[in-house]
C-alpha cells in the first residue's frame, strides 16, 4: 500500500514538473509580446532618408580667355666663331662684348705659307701664257703641233684653277662676323693653334629676340601669326610685348602641345637670351562661357564626370574642361545654361540616388 502511494506522489512531481517548464515555454515564444528594438549601427544615416548636398545652378559668365606658358628668350642670330681651317693666331682684333658690323675682321691665322704657294702658283702661271704665246706663233707656221698647243694651255688653266683655291684658303685665315651682332667672351690668345672644332667666341644679335613656349594643341587653330605676346622675366617688374611670326606645324608626340615663337624688340637691351620668361595670349573675349566650382569636377583615368540635378535624383555626365582659375573651370561641352550642378556630397551620390538641396548657389 506503501509503495503504491508513494509511486502516486512521484507522478504528481513529474506532470507538475513537466507543466512548469510547457507553461514557461509558451509564456517565452508569445508572438504577441513585444520585442525591443535594436539602434541603428553607428548612428548613421536611416534607410531611405535623402542626402542634403549643394548647388550651383549653371548660368553664362563673361570670360576673358588667356593661355600662359613658360617660355626662353633666344637671340635672333647666333653662332659660335670657329676656323674652317688649322692654324696659329696671329691677331685678334676684337674687344669681348663689343657690337660689330657685318664683315668685320676679327682674328687672323698665319698665312704665310697659304701667299708663298699663291706666289709660285702665280708665276708658274705667267710662265706657261708666255710659252702658250709662242707656241702659238709655231702653231700658224706648222712649226710645232695643235697637241703641244693644248697641253700648254691646258697648264694655264690649271694654274689658274690652283690660284683660285689658295685664295679661298687665304679667306679661311680670317676669321670676320657674318653679321651685324654682339661679341661674347674671348676663348682664344694670341698663338693658339686652333682647329674647326675650336669655339674662339661667340656673335649674337640682341635686337630683335625670339621667345620660343608651347601651347595645348587645343589652341592651334585659335591661335594666329601677327597675335600679341605679353610676358614678363625674372628680377624685372616690366611687362613686355611680342608678336607671333611663327607656329610650328607639327604637335609635339609627348606633350600634345605646339611649339610658338614671337620676335621681341629690344632696343633697350634690358631682355637678354636664354632668360625665362612666363608668357600670356589673350584670345578674344567669349561673354557666354560656362564656369563652374572646380569641386564640382569628378576627374578620371579616361574622362570627368559632374553631377547634375534630374527630377531630384543624381545624374552622371561626361564633360569637357576648358581653362581654370583659382575656384573655378571652364566646362567646354557637356553642360547647357540652366542645369543644376551638385558641389557637394559627391562622394555619397550614386547614379539615380535621391538628395536634398542644402544650399543653391
Do not use: C, H, W
Amino acid at each position: 500500500m506503501r509503495n503504491k502511494t508513494l509511486k502516486t506522489v512521484i507522478i504528481i512531481v513529474i506532470l507538475a514538473v513537466v507543466g512548469f517548464l510547457v507553461y514557461k515555454f509558451t509564456a517565452g515564444s508569445n508572438p504577441k509580446e513585444p520585442k525591443a528594438s535594436a539602434p541603428a549601427a553607428g548612428g548613421g544615416r536611416a534607410a531611405g532618408r535623402p542626402i542634403l548636398a549643394d548647388a550651383y545652378v549653371v548660368k553664362p559668365v563673361k570670360l576673358d580667355e588667356i593661355i600662359k606658358a613658360s617660355g626662353t628668350l633666344q637671340s635672333n642670330e647666333e653662332v659660335e666663331l670657329k676656323p674652317e681651317i688649322t692654324g696659329r693666331i696671329t691677331q685678334i682684333y676684337f674687344k669681348e662684348g663689343a657690337q660689330v658690323s657685318k664683315g668685320t675682321l676679327l682674328i687672323k691665322l698665319y698665312d704665310g705659307d697659304i701667299r708663298a704657294q699663291l706666289q709660285k702658283l702665280e708665276l708658274q702661271r705667267e710662265l706657261a701664257k708666255t710659252t702658250l704665246a709662242r707656241q702659238e706663233k709655231l702653231l700658224k707656221i706648222n712649226g710645232i703641233s695643235q697637241q703641244d698647243v693644248d697641253v700648254t694651255a691646258n697648264q694655264v688653266s690649271a694654274y689658274g684653277a690652283d690660284i683660285e683655291y689658295n685664295r679661298a684658303q687665304l679667306q679661311k685665315t680670317e676669321i670676320r662676323a657674318p653679321f651685324t651682332g654682339t661679341l661674347g667672351l674671348r676663348n682664344v690668345s694670341e698663338g693658339a693653334i686652333v682647329s674647326p672644332s675650336t669655339i674662339m667666341t661667340t656673335l649674337q644679335q640682341l635686337d630683335p629676340l625670339k621667345i620660343d613656349f608651347a601651347t595645348p594643341e587645343k589652341y592651334r587653330n585659335v591661335i594666329k601669326q601677327g597675335d600679341p605676346v605679353y610676358f614678363s622675366v625674372a628680377g624685372d617688374t616690366n611687362r613686355y610685348k611680342g608678336s607671333i611670326y611663327a607656329i610650328d606645324p607639327k604637335i609635339d608626340l609627348a606633350t600634345r602641345s605646339v611649339k610658338i615663337r614671337a620676335i621681341v624688340p629690344n632696343s633697350s637691351r634690358r631682355l637678354f637670351p636664354g632668360s625665362f620668361a612666363t608668357t600670356e595670349i589673350q584670345l578674344k573675349d567669349n561673354p557666354n562661357a560656362i564656369m563652374i566650382p572646380s569641386q564640382a569636377v569628378i576627374p578620371g583615368t579616361r574622362f570627368k564626370q559632374v553631377i547634375v540635378a534630374d527630377s531630384g535624383k543624381a545624374k552622371f555626365v561626361v564633360v569637357e574642361t576648358g581653362i581654370r582659375n583659382e575656384s573655378n573651370v571652364q566646362i567646354t561641352n557637356g553642360l547647357q545654361i540652366g542645369d543644376t550642378v551638385i558641389t557637394s556630397g559627391i562622394l555619397q551620390l550614386k547614379p539615380g540616388m535621391p538628395f536634398k538641396y542644402n544650399k543653391v548657389q
